[in-house]
């Protein structure tokens, strides 16, 4: 209720304000970002390097939407009638629910608090039960920056409690906005629970990305890109790379440089150990679904080029993971793993990748390798996906709108579009004139 009281406080702080204190919150995240970044680690496990990159991609959505905040623009329409205007106001939607992942979590904060608060709105964010420190540190800055009491609310809970305090904010009829980050499952209860005060609603649910490597394509770049976009946080992001596609011609040299670039490259390791490349899954219950996905496969004839069990390190870390000889009917190729666990499936012409890439229900981030023009221009807009990387495995940027299409979720966050999220649009006829 306070961040409703807020609401009204906030509307009537100007663009400007909204700006200062926006770009003033980032040089605060900017001043604290080692600090910052060393609670992720100690939070979720990733390798430190990878958090500290974490914070300057989580301070640059603030960095973006202080600017933004001063171009909400609306229009004057052209009117048939002689006495009568037209105009469109942008207003902010009011109170916003923000529920995020435990895998960014600074960055699915900042990129869905940027933008809401920017727009005018306030914000009460449920952060998950496992990463709730990063939250209130950035709480912390706010406070700091000047951003008013009941603007940036942090309400954590427990594991137990999560289901309860969701439907609460999903159903609570002060509440405008439904922003989540997270499982498709998950995010279709949400719908559920918003629908009955029809809410505003942003969704980033899962992926299950395809990455496919043609004939022409230049294989060294391909397998960087593929090590980058498969074992970021240990294969923990809803980008990451699910199912690899190769090319015949290629699909034996590929695989080769592959492994020996995961031997070579990849550390397993305590996050805040220098040489660390790869860290600890989530929890146990993430290890076991990579196993199961590695005996299912291996069971219907995959090969494990490299990895392919628990670390000796223990507890919740896995081996890198290489399998070949996969096919379609695996379960690794039609759930998405969320671990360190890179399949490779073997195709032969352009329209069969296509297919394979395309026959799942949802569609988020989608990768390609290529140096034929014509080929990156068909596949670019035939694969169904929210966001395409072309011979580019790391594609995410403020300015880029990200999100997906089918059952990857509903809006787009971040770039110029992500403020429209937060904004209603209200039309105004002048008459007598």
Same mark, same amino acid.
């Given at each position: ?35 910052? =970044?060393? #609670? #992720? ?76 608060? =920017? ?110 976009? *498969? ?16 090319? *015949? ?44 996905? #590695? ?19 223990? *507890? ?25 666990? =890179? ?30 023009? =014509? ?50 649009? *209200? ?7």
């Amino acid at each position: 209720r306070s961040s409703s009281r807020a609401t009204a406080t906030a509307a009537l702080v100007s663009s400007q304000e909204r700006s200062v204190r926006l770009r003033r919150w980032y040089e605060l995240m900017m001043e604290n970002k080692d600090e910052l =970044a060393r #609670i #992720i680690t100690a939070e979720n496990g990733k390798p430190l390097k990878e958090a500290q990159g974490e914070i300057l991609y989580s301070a640059s959505f603030l960095e973006w939407f202080a600017e933004e905040a001063r171009r909400v623009y609306g229009d004057v329409i052209p009117a048939p009638a002689k006495d009568r205007r037209f105009l469109v106001l942008k207003q902010p939607v009011g109170v916003a629910a923000i529920i995020t992942p435990w895998n960014f979590p600074s960055a699915m904060i900042t990129r869905k608090v940027g933008a809401a608060l =920017a727009a005018g709105c306030t914000v009460v964010v449920k952060p998950a039960e496992d990463t709730p420190f990063s939250a209130l540190a950035l709480g912390e800055l706010a406070n700091q920056a000047g951003i008013p009491a009941g603007v940036y609310n942090v309400v954590p809970c427990s594991r137990e409690q999560t289901p309860a305090v969701g439907e609460v904010l999903c159903t609570d009829p002060l509440v405008a906005k439904i922003s989540f980050t997270g499982s498709t499952a998950t995010g279709k209860i949400l719908l559920k629970h918003a629908a009955g005060t029809v809410k505003r609603v942003s969704m980033e649910l899962g992926g299950h990305a395809p990455f496919i490597v043609f004939d022409s394509a230049n294989v060294d770049r391909a397998v960087a890109g593929a090590l980058a976009s *498969k074992y970021r946080n240990s294969g923990q992001t809803c980008v990451c790379t699910n199912r690899f596609l190769v090319q *015949k011609g290629i699909h034996d040299t590929f695989v080769e440089r592959f492994a020996k670039a995961i031997e070579r490259e990849l550390h397993v390791g305590n996050g805040f150990d220098e040489k660390t490349t790869q860290g600890p899954l989530i929890n146990e219950k993430a290890v076991e679904k990579v196993e199961r996905h #590695i005996n299912d496969a291996v069971s219907q004839g995959a090969s494990v080029v490299t990895g392919g069990k628990r670390h000796s390190l223990g *507890k919740n870390f896995f081996e890198p993971t290489l399998l070949s000889n996969v096919t379609t009917k695996m379960l690794c190729t039609q759930e998405e793993t969320f671990g360190p666990l =890179a399949p490779v499936i073997k195709f032969e012409t352009e329209e069969e990748a296509i297919a394979i890439a395309n026959a799942t229900d949802v569609g988020l981030a989608g990768y390609f390798y290529s140096q034929d023009p =014509a080929q990156i221009w068909r596949v670019a807009e035939q694969l169904e996906v929210g966001m395409v990387g072309v011979n580019e495995g790391i594609i995410s940027t403020a300015e880029s709108p990200f999100g997906g299409v089918k059952q990857s979720g509903l809006g787009r966050e971040g770039s110029k579009y992500g403020i429209d999220e937060y904004l209603e649009m *209200k039309y105004v006829c002048f008459g007598g004139i």
